[in-house]
């Protein structure tokens, strides 16, 4: 069965420096990989995914990810925070086969302070 | 194009009560789900419709949770009796099929239930 597990439940950045969520995954095939953010009140939304091509992964809103094989790690990284990023972020896998039930991490939430 | 709207966006009800949620996919969307994120924890996954046929409900406690895809399209959730511990969001998301995983899961809102 797949998993994901992220470190820190809560992580606080000062803005403008560097955001680093961290995320191993659990899956015996290769898996497809992705990082959703979750504003307030509000659904989850596509930051990014891993889909066995480029490991070094561009999303939107600057963020970026690299799926390490060696290390089972798809970690989510920002150059610099800006104070919208806040908001809770959460790693996921899937199964490339079958119907690709995806499982989800339980989250970091993440404060960037002024 | 629109989102994925669910309704209500919130509900109170006691214990043993009964409660419906509805959900309406992204036009032409094929798969369906359903998750309850219970409050400082990721999305579970409670059931997979692919278009009006069930494909995971494996995490779906059947004896008090029941869902359905009417015509493949919208979707209610019901659970019935309810429990403290249903109280969580439950979220719906569509995706345009399963299949290339370039077709992304689109998130609805979620409604917040609170049972009491």
């Known amino acids: 069965a797949q998993s994901v597990t992220q470190l820190g439940s809560h992580v606080s950045v000062s803005e403008g420096a560097l955001v680093l969520l961290r995320c191993n995954y659990s899956s015996s095939v290769p898996p497809y990989l992705f990082w959703y953010v979750q504003y307030p009140n509000q659904g989850l939304q596509l930051l990014l995914k891993?889909?066995?091509?480029?490991?070094l992964v561009k999303g939107i809103n600057g963020f970026e990810a690299e799926f390490k094989k060696s290390e089972t790690s798809f970690h989510l990284t920002k150059p610099s925070a800006h104070m919208s990023d806040a908001a809770e972020y959460f790693c996921?896998?899937?199964?490339?086969?079958?119907?690709?039930?995806?499982?989800f991490g339980t989250g970091t939430k993440l404060q960037v302070i002024p | 194009e629109a989102g994925v709207a669910q309704s209500p966006r919130y509900k109170i009800i006691e214990k043993r009560q009964s409660v419906a949620f509805w959900c309406n996919p992204i036009?032409?969307?094929?798969?369906l789900y359903w998750y309850q994120q219970i409050l400082g924890q990721g999305p579970k996954l409670l059931i997979q419709f692919q278009n009006n046929g069930v494909v995971d409900d494996s995490q779906l406690p059947k004896d008090r949770f029941s869902a359905e895809r009417l015509k493949g399209v919208d979707s209610t959730l019901k659970i019935q009796p309810a429990k403290l511990e249903d109280s969580a969001v439950y979220l719906c998301?569509?995706?345009?099929?399963?299949?290339?995983?370039?077709?992304?899961?689109?998130f609805g809102p979620g409604t917040r239930l609170t049972v009491t």
């Open positions: 998301a569509s995706r345009l099929a399963v299949g290339p995983v370039s077709y992304e899961q689109y």
């Open positions: 036009s032409g969307h094929a798969t």
């Open positions: 996921a896998v899937t199964d490339p086969g079958g119907y690709q039930k995806v499982t």
């Open positions: 891993y889909t066995s091509a480029a490991t």
